[in-house]
């Protein structure tokens, strides 16, 4: 910041630090403003890919292999969102008890809900995506939940903020 100013012959009456914290805000703002009339629901992913609470998870799995996705979504039977089940959710069974031919291994036994995540970075589905672009870029979120009326109505990933960018 200290060379942007000298180079513009300009001085600051705050500190670099100060200063580049501004200019971020400044640039989050600006985002907010450029994406401002399109919302969530504008860019989510759509048909959703959901399962129930108690499947096994060979059929997350083959939900997996059959669909292009990251995630699968969990939900109750009135489609309120429960959870998400991304692919390292799915691997981490294996991985904890080892090769699938130990004996006494029980991951047949396993459903969505003893793998699952909470599904925390909910967005109402009308909400600015600008305000979403800062939650993905240094919060480190890889999908959102998009919610309308308690219920679930989509997805957005990063390769969905990706295509609306480029």
């Known amino acids: 910041m200290e060379a942007l100013l000298g180079r513009f012959n300009q001085s600051a009456n705050m500190g670099a630090a100060?200063?580049?914290?501004?200019?971020?805000?400044a640039e989050e703002e600006a985002v907010r403003h450029r994406f401002n009339g399109t919302s969530c629901a504008d860019v989510m992913t759509r048909p959703l890919i959901i399962t129930l609470a108690n499947a096994p998870l060979s059929d997350i799995a083959k939900l997996f292999r059959e669909n292009?996705?990251?995630?699968?979504?969990?939900?109750?039977?009135?489609?309120r969102l429960l959870g998400l089940v991304l692919q390292a959710d799915l691997l981490q069974p294996l991985i904890a008890t080892g090769p699938v031919w130990r004996r006494g291994w029980k991951g047949s036994e396993l459903r969505a809900a003893d793998i699952m995540r909470p599904a925390t970075a909910t967005v109402p589905h009308d909400q600015p995506i600008g305000y979403l672009l800062h939650q993905f870029a240094r919060q480190g979120v890889q999908v959102a939940p998009v919610i309308r009326s308690g219920q679930l109505v989509g997805i957005l990933t990063r390769s969905d903020l990706m295509r609306l960018l480029f």
């Open 18 to 25: 100060d200063l580049g914290r501004l200019l971020a805000a």
């Open 68 to 79: 292009s996705i990251k995630c699968v979504s969990v939900v109750d039977a009135e489609g």
